[in-house]
């Protein structure tokens, strides 16, 4: 069973416009949120990412939300340029400590994001 | 120096080879990570090295066994493989205690 998921495989944007993708998770013990970019032939690159403590998080033209009574978050991107064209992959993990062991990260299927000049 | 680094970028091997898989990062991160990637799937965690510690194995088969020679450095060795083990193999890093995980570039593997 899927405890991450992006419903949208595929989004097509316009150059300048707000390119919005959404992901939805199920488990409850997840406290932390990240997104990914990834173009082919590369590994993932870290993008932003947010604490269940908070709704919002901005980083530029980046800004990721949360609604965890929805268990649901959002990354949009304002203004999209044509150089976003990815796939966006939607992260989760939950706990991580600073003894031992690490957060284990549930990947969403991810979005392919075309944005047109 | 802020990079993951893999190598090789491609490796094809046959089902009776041995091979080896290498990551190198040197950021002072004290965890590592392999994650396998098939074609239009997610990543998926293979294991997870704290401490130079293996502190998670996702059930992975014997035919992977990984190795973590120290703080900078991760393997993956490779043995029998079966041709459905064809995928992108990723290694990540991260900060004791943090969440956000930086991933190297990936060894696309190719069984025969």
């Known amino acids: 069973d899927q405890q991450v998921k992006q419903n949208s495989p595929s989004l097509s944007v316009q150059e300048g416009r707000i390119s919005i993708l959404n992901c939805d998770y199920t488990n409850s013990m997840f406290d932390y949120f990240l997104w990914y970019k990834k173009y082919p032939a590369e590994g993932p690159t870290f993008l932003i990412s947010?604490?269940?403590?908070?709704d919002k998080n901005e980083d530029g033209r980046f800004t990721v939300f949360l609604n965890k009574s929805a268990k649901h978050l959002s990354l949009h991107i304002v203004p999209s340029q044509p150089g976003d064209s990815a796939v966006y992959f939607c992260a989760a993990s939950e706990g991580v400590s600073y003894g031992g062991s690490q957060g284990n990260l549930i990947f969403g299927k991810g979005t392919k994001l075309s944005v047109k000049p | 120096d802020t990079e993951v680094t893999q190598t090789p970028k491609h490796l094809v091997m046959g089902m009776t080879n041995k091979k080896s898989l290498k990551c190198e990062q040197h950021?002072?991160?004290?965890?590592m990570y392999w994650y396998k990637q098939k074609a239009k799937k997610p990543p998926e965690l293979m294991f997870v090295y704290s401490y130079e510690k293996l502190s998670i194995n996702e059930s992975v088969p014997s035919r992977f066994s990984p190795e973590c020679p120290n703080s900078s450095l991760l393997n993956l060795h490779l043995h029998a493989l079966q041709p459905e083990d064809s995928a992108l193999y990723l290694c990540a890093s991260s900060r004791p205690g943090h969440h956000e995980q930086y991933f190297g570039p990936g060894t696309r593997l190719t069984v025969t």
């Open positions: 947010i604490s269940s403590i908070k």
């Open positions: 950021m002072g991160h004290r965890a």
